[in-house]
Nanobody, 114 residues
Framework: VQLVESGGGLVQTGGSLRLSCLDS????????MAWYRQTPGKQRDVVAD????????TYADSVKGRFTISRDPGKTTVYLEMNNLKPEDTAVYSC????????WGQGTQVTVST
């Protein structure tokens, strides 16, 4: 197993979660990385992207100002800080390179209740 996501759960509207993506291969430091999310019957979309080096980040318009992507200094873990969560943020969240390179992990379920 290479990418393991964790940190999801059930929160109320307005709540916060911090997702983690641990890389057992220790190779994500060589890649642009992103967080993706997917709901049943829909394609997996990028919500946050971090370029190699970590200086440049981009976000989907729907999460801009609420989500923050980051890496740990050792660059084996990628995080997604999610604040002011909304019901429409409910999805399975996964991390991968951008464009995707690694085998997809199981992802972590985020459910935001009204």
């Amino acid at each position: 197993v290479q990418l393991v996501e964790s940190g999801g759960g059930l929160v109320q509207t307005g709540g916060s979660l911090r997702l983690s993506c641990l890389d057992s291969s220790r190779t994500i430091r060589f890649n642009n990385m992103a967080w993706y999310r997917q709901t049943p019957g829909k394609q997996r979309d990028v919500v946050a992207d971090m370029r190699l080096g970590g200086a440049t980040t981009t976000y989907a318009d729907s999460v801009k100002g609420r989500f923050t992507i980051s890496r740990d200094p050792g660059k084996t873990t990628v995080y997604l800080e999610m604040n002011n969560l909304k019901p429409e943020d409910t999805a399975v969240y996964s991390c991968n390179a951008n464009p995707p390179y690694y085998t997809w992990g199981q992802g972590t379920q985020v459910t935001v209740s009204t």
